[in-house]
């Protein structure tokens, strides 16, 4: 399954599938077993292959009863920061002690999935998503994508590397003060971009308890690139 990875942008994997070369189950099944392979301490939860493939038959079999245009993003994976919900899967908010497990998703995440989208696993972060570097975390410090003699930046650390690494195509993070911003213009050659979306409120969009942060953060993206940033922004507001 090696050979079907990297999986690319948004648009080269949409065409990929498109041509036949590869489906959502054959995607999920190869995600799956890259992501065991994990020693930078990127995920707090992988999805089971089961529930991969749950996902994935249930976005073909959507695709063959209706217009594929109702799913732009058919078969897509993408990563989502530990601080947001996932029905069915623990929020931890990298604390133990903090963990629940969610009855429904988060409301940007149940979009995503509506419009075919595939959850791969929960990533790792600072803390209640309380830092700067990617290294508060009692899941392991998250290794720099390129060297793992580096930091990775964070609070959106596992969010950032999965993309990064190839791993999923997009991912979800937070951004509480800042720092999902890039601060300079990001080079053309960077594989990695963030986009800010809005300001949320934790409460009204289905995000996880919220006493232990301010009352509004902003939601963010990092994908590959290239991509329209409106192609992601229209489902999320």
């Avoid at 930078?40 to 994935?56: C, D, N, Q, R, S």
């Avoid at 309380?130 to 994508?145: D, E, K, Q, V």
């Avoid at 300079?184 to 995000?207: K, M, Q, T, Y």
Wanted: glycine fraction near 8%.
């Amino acid at each position: 399954m090696n050979e079907l990875m990297p999986l690319g942008d948004i648009p080269s994997l949409l065409q990929r599938y498109a041509d036949g070369e590869l489906t959502p189950s054959q995607m999920v099944e190869a995600v799956h077993a890259l992501i065991q392979k994990d020693t930078g301490h990127v995920w707090i939860y992988k999805l089971p292959p089961e529930t991969l493939k749950g996902y994935a038959r249930a976005v073909e079999a959507k695709a063959r009863s209706m217009d594929k245009t109702v799913l732009p993003l058919y078969g897509v994976p993408f990563a989502i920061k530990d601080n947001i919900d996932l029905a069915g899967v623990p929020t931890t908010a990298a604390c133990p002690s903090f963990a629940y497990t969610p009855q429904r998703n988060a409301m940007v995440v149940q979009r995503l999935i509506d419009a075919g989208a595939i959850p791969i696993g929960k990533t790792n972060l600072d803390q209640f998503a309380t830092g700067l570097n990617g290294t508060r975390s009692p899941y392991g410090a998250c290794c720099n994508a390129f060297n793992p003699d580096y930091i990775s930046g964070g609070s959106s650390s596992g969010s950032a590397v999965a993309v990064a690494k190839g791993w999923v195509c997009f991912s979800l993070g937070t951004d509480t003060a800042g720092s999902g911003k890039p601060t300079r213009p990001v080079p053309v050659e960077c594989p990695l971009h963030s986009i800010v979306l809005s300001d949320i409120s934790l409460r009204g969009a289905g995000f996880p308890r919220a006493e232990w942060c301010p009352p509004v953060v902003r939601l963010i993206v990092f994908l590959s690139l290239p991509l329209p940033q409106m192609m992601l922004s229209k489902f999320l507001k």
